[in-house]
């Protein structure tokens, strides 16, 4: 049986293959792109093609992805925008946890006020903080979506027990966790959101080391349909779970109309069958 195309979370629903809004800021995911433009034409492109989910943070840049998106696509119709607080950033590639309630009010009102929205599409805590008792991050969450400055809450990396103790609190409708072909490290998290029915945001989700090397088992197989080996991981995830949204991001209108390209992609059986069996 083949999965929908669209999953919905909250009262929300998007088409089930996103873009991740990260990878347009400048090296290090830190300052802006060398191509202004280009990071333009690529936001609005996904838009063209039917892309209604784009997933940002205000730690990508900070603040430069919020921004384009704000510059690219605003007013966003039927497109949603997921956003992220709870990293903070000072320097390239350094990213530093912060749960404290009050920044993280800071950071929703902010990200409201970078994005032009009066409330939050999609909210979610980049990372629970250690140092914070994290029933007050939750508890933050929560009034947030009491007060209607944001529409739904999610996390992001956490395992199952932290997700059981957040939604003592607060509704979590969607999960952003690292997975992919070669990490599969939080198909716990994974089953867990299918059974009660929560979104899971892969990201990296195309990344697939060795096993995407020429001559590899993926290349081999992605050889013989005449597609990617990214198509082919994409194509894989979308059919491991019914609650999956992939974000794959990309800096190339070529590279994102090949990810889309996907969703029309009929794989069969026997060959996604192969592609978990080489990943194991």
Not at 102 to 119: F, I, K, V
Not at 165 to 190: G, H, Y
Not at 201 to 219: E, F, N, Y
Not at 237 to 259: C, D, F, K, Y
């Amino acid at each position: 049986m083949k999965n929908p195309t669209t999953f919905t979370f909250g009262s929300q629903t998007v088409q089930r293959l996103g873009y991740g809004a990260m990878k347009i800021t400048g090296p290090g995911v830190w300052g802006y792109p060398s191509d202004h433009d280009g990071a333009l034409a690529v936001l609005r492109r996904a838009v063209e093609l039917g892309v209604d989910f784009v997933d940002t943070a205000d730690a990508y840049g900070p603040y430069v992805s919020e921004e384009l998106i704000f510059e690219a696509l605003h007013p966003y119709g039927a497109v949603k925008i997921a956003t992220k607080a709870g990293l903070v950033r000072t320097g390239p590639n350094v990213w530093a946890t912060c749960g404290v309630p009050d920044y993280l009010r800071q950071e929703c009102e902010m990200s409201l006020r970078r994005l032009g929205q009066e409330s939050l599409d999609l909210f979610q805590l980049h990372r629970i903080d250690q140092r914070i008792d994290r029933d007050e991050q939750f508890g933050l969450l929560r009034a947030l979506l009491d007060e209607g400055k944001v529409k739904a809450i999610g996390l992001s990396n956490v395992n199952v027990e932290e997700i059981q103790a957040a939604r003592k609190i607060v509704p979590v409708v969607t999960v952003q966790n690292r997975f992919n072909l070669t990490d599969r490290t939080s198909e716990p998290v994974l089953e867990y959101c299918e059974s009660e029915g929560i979104g899971f945001i892969p990201w990296h989700p195309v990344d697939s080391g060795q096993l995407a090397r020429p001559g590899g088992p993926l290349d081999s197989l992605a050889t013989q349909h005449g597609i990617s080996v990214a198509q082919l991981s994409l194509a894989w995830l979308l059919q491991r779970s019914p609650v999956m949204v992939p974000i794959p991001g990309t800096t190339s209108v070529a590279h994102l109309e090949e990810n889309w390209a996907v969703r029309a992609l009929e794989i069969d059986k026997a060959t996604l069958d192969a592609v978990e069996a080489a990943a194991r």
